[in-house]
Nanobody
Framework: QVQLVESGGGLVQAGGSLRLSCVAS????????MGWFRQAPGKEREFVAAISLNGDITNYADSVKGRFTISRDNTKNTVYLQMNSLKPEDTAVYYC???????????????????WGQGTQVTVSS
């Protein structure tokens, strides 16, 4: 049974930083692209970042490019999201997700991801 557990969210002032972690279990972690998504109140869930099997390829939403960094440690079955220069508009519940199919494919589409964590709240105050 695949399980993804996020942590690291919290309340931070604008300009601050947070590091989110997502630990996976019940899955051969190293053969799947992993992604981070977020959902703000009243809005649809949106893509934030994705990382390939061994971390050599990363993609970001334009809104976070240059401020957020996705990384992974396959020895720990963990994917991270380092968030710097946070803005109030980054406030959302952040979810990690495992891509549906194994392999090197990258995607920013929600439907390409089959397993989701429970989410961790990030609140950025102005």
């Amino acid at each position: 049974q695949v399980q993804l557990v996020e942590s690291g969210g919290g309340l931070v002032q604008a300009g601050g930083s947070l590091r989110l972690s997502c630990v996976a279990s019940g899955v051969t972690f190293a053969v799947y692209t992993m992604g981070w998504f977020r959902q703000a109140p009243g809005k649809e869930r949106e893509f934030v970042a994705a990382i390939s099997l061994n971390g050599d390829i990363t993609n970001y939403a334009d809104s976070v490019k240059g401020r957020f960094t996705i990384s992974r440690d396959n020895t720990k079955n963990t994917v991270y999201l380092q968030m710097n220069s946070l803005k109030p508009e980054d406030t959302a519940v952040y979810y990690c997700a495992r891509r549906r199919n194994a392999g090197r494919g990258m995607s920013s589409e929600l439907t390409e991801y089959a397993y989701w964590g429970q989410g961790t709240q990030v609140t950025v105050s102005s």
